[in-house]
């Protein structure tokens, strides 16, 4: 079996009817949404930390401390994209997708490309 844990930035109250936070760094809070073989097996949802500038890498260390192994956002800047590489916690473009679970059923049937510096922006203009 494989068991993924994502984390999407979501604006309140979070859970998979929430609609997406579209800025990782300056989202209300994540919704963990745990997944074996592409099924939603759980959900719940973890604060988001303050977002200051140069601080980018807080929010990832926080992510990777409470298992997350892979991420879906609609934007970022480079610096944690580059975290979330150095981590190992993958992370997938999602913008495209106006919730939460709209976006987690599009990872988990492969419809999602990886982040990339393409899709970085600057200072939070998302």
């Not at 260390?61 to 800047?77: P, R, S, T």
């Not at 997938?92 to 492969?110: I, K, L």
């Amino acid at each position: 079996m494989s068991k993924t844990i994502l984390a999407v930035p979501s604006v309140q109250p979070g859970g998979l009817d929430a609609g997406m936070g579209m800025h990782f760094g300056h989202c209300d809070l994540y919704t963990i949404v745990e997944l074996e073989d592409g099924a939603v097996t759980g959900h719940s949802t973890l604060p988001s930390l303050a977002h200051q500038q140069g601080g980018c890498l807080a929010p990832v260390q926080y992510l990777a401390e409470h298992g997350v192994n892979a991420l879906l956002a609609g934007g970022m800047g480079m610096r944690p994209l580059m975290g979330f590489n150095q981590m190992g916690i993958q992370v997938y473009f999602a913008g495209n997708y106006p919730t939460v679970g709209a976006a987690v059923q599009a990872f988990s049937e492969g419809k999602l490309t990886p982040f990339t510096m393409e899709h970085t922006c600057g200072g939070g203009r998302h």
